[in-house]
């Protein structure tokens, strides 16, 4: 069989951050919460989950760092190069976690040897779940045991589950959870308990997920993410070609490549002649017409013979679909239609009325809501 194993790096943030922070403790905090502190911090009784009021009341001398994804990449990327050595399939899970699909055999003494091989290259202290799906791993990361290593054999995973609060459910939108406690269910034994032709009743189509939610069933595979794909490409001017017509060449042809693999452009090469110039998006670029965009302004008004380039590519963003209609049901269709077709991409929209959402909405029209 094949076991899907959750890493995880606590103190990664934190401890990219206090490389600025002149040796005081760190903690790294997101949308009001601590999420991550340095070893430091902990000496001090910061951990993550204390709220930012509470924090500050615990340590005031803590240097208190707003959470910067894009800037924890390059020190995660070292991890997760040690994982590409053990598995060709590699999905990271934000910088400071990873899922990696794993072949039987003594899982537990590989993920063993994976987290010591993190230990020695990163100085932190990785932790690790395994289970059959990715659903279940994740939770059991953070349930390790002393050697930071939990595996959640299939026999087990029903057990495992039971007694755990419905909040473990990741996967769970919190609007959802939050109208499961309101009808009395508290723990995920308590949904896995109750009967699944009664969920869909009450919940259509997506009962039958949380039916197979709540019993630890996940059929999602682990996507090969990591190392991302590349793409080269090289033109020259012809005759009396114009630079903006053979930038526009380069851009449609490294366009049509993205487009083909589903990806966007998050890194762009630009290579003039003897130099090479790089740029990284903080949102991946898919069309042409923005990677001409960045080509120009790489080139900076020069005039070279030639032009290469390559595209570093990731999975594209979230795109926001509207649906409108009055009858909540007819929506539930839709929702699974999309769902049936592109599995767990598609999320549902948050709690009507949220102002934070409608100016999202505003000023990323491309955003869809979690």
Not at 138 to 152: E, S, T
Request: aromatic share 6%; with cysteine.
């Amino acid at each position: 069989m094949k076991w899907v194993a959750y890493i995880t790096l606590p103190g990664l943030a934190a401890r990219v951050e206090a490389a600025t922070a002149g040796g005081r403790p760190v903690a790294v905090v997101r949308d009001g919460r601590v999420l991550d502190v340095s070893a430091a911090a902990t000496g001090r009784g910061l951990s993550p989950g204390l709220s930012l009021p509470a924090a500050r009341a615990t340590c005031p001398d803590v240097v208190f760092r707003p959470y910067r994804e894009e800037s924890y990449r390059e020190e995660a990327g070292r991890a997760w190069d040690l994982y590409a050595r053990r598995t060709p399939r590699v999905e990271p899970d934000g910088p400071a976690g990873a899922f990696l699909e794993l072949l039987d055999g003594d899982v537990r003494g590989e993920v063993g040897d994976i987290l010591a091989a993190v230990r020695e290259t990163l100085e932190l202290d990785p932790r690790a779940g395994v289970a059959p799906g990715k659903l279940v791993a994740r939770i059991a990361a953070g349930r390790a045991g002393p050697d930071r290593i939990r595996v959640v054999p299939p026999a087990a995973v029903e057990t495992f589950l039971a007694t755990l609060p419905l909040g473990e459910l990741w996967r769970l939108d919190e609007r959802r959870r939050e109208e499961l406690e309101r009808l009395g269910f508290r723990k995920i034994g308590d949904l896995a308990g109750f009967p699944e032709s009664e969920l869909v009743r009450r919940f259509g189509p997506e009962g039958r997920r949380l039916a197979a939610w709540s019993r630890g069933r996940d059929d999602e595979p682990v996507r090969p993410l990591y190392p991302p794909p590349r793409w080269e490409l090289e033109v020259e001017r012809e005759g009396g070609e114009g630079l903006e017509s053979a930038v526009g060449r380069l851009a449609r042809g490294l366009g049509e490549r993205l487009a083909a693999a589903g990806q966007g452009a998050l890194e762009l090469t630009l290579e003039v002649g003897p130099e090479r110039r790089v740029r990284r998006f903080a949102r991946p670029l898919a069309s042409a017409a923005a990677l001409a965009g960045a080509m120009a302004e790489l080139l900076a008004g020069e005039e070279p013979i030639r032009l290469r380039a390559t595209v570093t590519g990731v999975a594209r963003g979230w795109r926001q679909l509207t649906l409108a209609g009055d009858r909540r049901e007819n929506l539930d269709r839709v929702l699974e239609s999309l769902r049936r077709r592109h599995g767990e991409a598609i999320r549902r929209g948050s709690v009507p009325g949220c102002r934070r959402e409608k100016l999202l909405e505003l000023f990323d029209p491309f955003r869809l809501r979690p």
